[in-house]
């Protein structure tokens, strides 16, 4: 079965500064990756998604992952943080025959002035 | 049609009470997904639907779940005889036919509170 583990449940950061959220994966075969993130009272909303084509993948505001496989990595980073970061992200997996996405417990950052 | 709606958006109940959540997907979309999350936690997988035809059940959907989406569009999550357990967040979502997008829609979510 597939399934992510995202290693940091909290990460701090000062704005202005790189922001890197970790997480792997465990697969059978080739996985399809996303990042989420949820802004506290809102809906979550789709960060960037892997599907097998190029392995540095370019998501919204900034954000950005690379797949490595001989890692079974799929870190986010964002070269320098804003205040309109802060919030929970999401690995997540796809897995099943119904595209089920399977979620990590979350990342909440936090980023100071 | 301008993404998932979910109604209520809170809900607060007394233990025992029975719930029903709607969710209207994207109109073109024939696949629509329940989810729940907890505080602290990332959504967890309840239940799939393509069309009107429920595949898929998650062994977190006891007895006491049930979910339908009749005709292929809005679907509804009731839950009987609540429990304080069953306090989360409700999510829906939906996605269309073209997998290689894999173009998920989620809406807002209805928040249980079971007192």
Known sequence: ?113 | DTGVSQDPRHKITKRGQNVTFRCDPISEHNRLYWYRQTLGQGPEFLTYFQNEAQLEKSRLLSDRFSAERPKGSFSTLEIQRTEQGDSAMYLCASSGREFGNYGYTFGSGTRLTVV
């Open chain 1, 1 to 113: 079965a597939q399934s992510v583990t995202q290693l940091d449940s909290h990460v701090s950061v000062s704005e202005g500064t790189p922001v890197l959220l970790r997480c792997n994966y465990s697969s059978s075969y080739s996985p399809s990756l996303f990042w989420y993130v949820q802004h506290p009272n809102k809906g979550l909303q789709l960060l960037l998604k892997y599907t097998s084509a190029a392995t540095l993948v370019k998501g919204i505001n900034g954000f950005e992952a690379e797949f490595k496989k001989s890692e079974t990595s799929f870190h986010l980073t964002k070269p320098s943080a804003h205040m309109s970061d802060a919030a929970e992200y999401f690995c997540v997996v796809i897995s099943g025959g119904y595209n089920k996405l399977i979620f990590g417990a979350g990342t909440r950052l936090a980023v100071h002035p």
